[in-house]
């Protein structure tokens, strides 16, 4: 890949986690290799047992404590997202990746988890040829206007609302 862009997937809707991930399902079906970095999140979701089968062409790790940080945040969460910061900056510049995804990061930033400063640099480091998504809601404004392609998942209507709970395959 000659080019890599800076892509946002943002907005209230379903949908920004598995955009980003069907990318890396191209890329990786194109032979290259893919970094998924998750903020805030830590578990075995049915989407990472499925990269398993790509072996060593994709490298998944979570920075979050397991429980929903809604409830206030810790020092604990902070200091997982700075690893994770880092370890996702490792992933930018080493070259080793044509992707590298770092899922939930908006979300982070819109919490104050994470500071807009410290992604900004990740994004001037990134080397030309590297692909980089960002996901989760909130995304701020600094980031839309650094970013390459920027879509807003909107939620207009959602089964959750009826009781439906989330579903393994689908949701989950």
Same mark, same amino acid.
Not at 9 to 28: P, Q
Not at 90 to 95: F, K, T
């Given at each position: 890949?000659?080019?890599?862009?800076?892509?946002?997937?943002?907005?209230?809707?379903?949908?920004?986690?598995?955009?980003?991930?069907?990318?890396?399902?191209?890329?990786?079906?194109?032979?290259?290799?893919?970094?998924?970095?998750?903020?805030?999140?830590?578990?075995?979701?049915?989407?990472?047992?499925?990269?398993?089968?790509?072996?060593?062409?994709?490298?998944?790790?979570?920075? #979050?404590?397991?429980?929903?940080?809604?409830?206030?945040?810790?020092?604990?969460?902070?200091?997982?997202?700075?690893?994770?910061?880092?370890?996702?900056?490792?992933?930018?510049?080493?070259?080793?990746?044509?992707?590298?995804?770092?899922?939930?990061?908006?979300?982070?930033?819109?919490?104050?988890?994470?500071?807009?400063?410290?992604?900004?640099?990740?994004?001037?480091?990134?080397?030309?040829?590297?692909?980089?998504?960002?996901?989760?809601? #909130?995304?701020?404004?600094?980031?839309?206007?650094?970013?390459?392609?920027?879509?807003?998942?909107?939620?207009?209507?959602?089964?959750?609302?009826?009781?439906?709970?989330?579903?393994?395959?689908?949701?989950?």
């Amino acid at each position: 890949m000659r080019k890599g862009y800076i892509q946002v997937y943002t907005g209230n809707g379903k949908g920004k986690t598995t955009a980003a991930f069907g990318v890396a399902v191209r890329m990786l079906g194109a032979g290259y290799r893919v970094f998924i970095g998750q903020f805030l999140k830590n578990g075995l979701y049915s989407e990472l047992k499925g990269f398993k089968s790509w072996g060593d062409s994709v490298s998944i790790e979570q920075f #979050g404590s397991g429980r929903f940080v809604g409830k206030g945040i810790t020092v604990k969460d902070r200091k997982l997202a700075e690893e994770g910061l880092e370890r996702c900056g490792g992933a930018i510049r080493n070259g080793g990746y044509g992707l590298v995804i770092l899922d939930e990061i908006n979300t982070a930033l819109s919490l104050g988890i994470v500071k807009f400063d410290a992604v900004r640099r990740l994004l001037h480091e990134k080397p030309g040829n590297v692909e980089l998504i960002l996901t989760g809601r #909130g995304a701020p404004s600094e980031l839309i206007d650094e970013a390459d392609l920027v879509t807003e998942m909107v939620e207009i209507k959602h089964y959750y609302d009826s009781g439906v709970s989330a579903r393994a395959g689908i949701e989950k």
